[in-house]
């Protein structure tokens, strides 16, 4: 299950470098990218000896905390189209672009639900014209639509 889509400026891992354990997750660049790592050491010192940087730190997780919340309440009641449609908006924003190329496992995986729901269901979003599909690439024709998708 895709957990997070991470982007420019975004920290990952802090977690268990926090309670002194092992990452366990894995992670994927969709584009290219460039990683930096931050010592454990520095990280620690920065954490409690910078009020700034604490402050926006907690802020950080206050706001992760909150989407993680967010996320799970939509795999409860959401509908498989209302999650999708988030899936796909997340893609959008992570890739800064209206056309996109994304694997059907990989909006599943965010969507919370079997690849062959998400191809029926993008199926559809392309006959309603919400977004177009053209060798292998999905153009979002419809932001807004989606973005206001029912439950």
Same mark, same amino acid.
């Given at each position: 299950?895709?957990?997070?889509?991470?982007?420019?400026?975004?920290?990952?891992?802090?977690?268990?470098?926090?309670?002194? +354990?092992?990452?366990?997750?894995?992670?994927?660049?969709?584009?290219?990218? +460039?990683?930096?790592?931050?010592?454990?050491?520095?990280?620690?010192?920065?954490?409690?000896?910078?009020?700034?940087?604490?402050? *926006?730190?907690? #802020?950080?997780?206050?706001?992760?905390?909150? +989407?993680?919340?967010?996320?799970?309440?939509?795999?409860?009641?959401?509908?498989?189209? *209302?999650?999708?449609?988030?899936?796909?908006?997340?893609?959008?924003? &992570?890739?800064? &672009?209206?056309?996109?190329?994304?694997?059907?496992?990989?909006?599943?995986?965010?969507?919370?639900?079997?690849?062959?729901?998400?191809?029926?269901?993008?199926?559809?979003? #392309?006959?309603?014209?919400?977004?177009?599909?053209?060798?292998?690439?999905?153009?979002?024709?419809?932001?807004? *639509?989606?973005?206001?998708?029912?439950?």
């Amino acid at each position: 299950m895709i957990t997070h889509i991470y982007s420019e400026g975004d920290f990952f891992g802090y977690l268990p470098l926090l309670m002194n +354990e092992k990452y366990q997750d894995s992670a994927v660049a969709l584009d290219d990218c +460039e990683l930096r790592l931050i010592p454990p050491d520095d990280f620690t010192m920065l954490l409690f000896n910078n009020r700034e940087f604490s402050a *926006k730190f907690i #802020k950080m997780l206050a706001g992760q905390a909150e +989407e993680i919340e967010k996320n799970l309440l939509d795999l409860a009641y959401s509908s498989v189209r *209302k999650r999708v449609a988030k899936a796909l908006i997340k893609f959008h924003q &992570s890739n800064k &672009s209206n056309n996109m190329y994304i694997l059907r496992d990989d909006i599943a995986s965010l969507a919370g639900t079997a690849k062959e729901t998400v191809i029926r269901t993008l199926s559809d979003f #392309k006959s309603e014209g919400l977004i177009s599909i053209e060798d292998n690439r999905i153009a979002i024709l419809h932001l807004e *639509k989606l973005e206001n998708m029912p439950q």
